[in-house]
């Protein structure tokens, strides 16, 4: 069963269609500014 984090993920790149790499936060939810305000 995969796991709650890897249905995010996959929820995300369907919702989004961004890969993990492109993400405005890191695969562990952490905010990244830098990205995030760009």
């Known amino acids: 069963m995969p796991s709650a984090r890897a249905a995010v993920r996959q929820a995300l790149v369907l919702a989004f269609g961004v890969p993990e790499d ?5 695969p562990h939810g952490t905010p990244e500014p830098a990205r995030a305000t760009a």
Not at 22 to 26: E, G, L, M, V
Request: charged share 40%; no cysteine; proline share 20%.
């Open 22 to 26: 492109r993400w405005p936060f890191d």
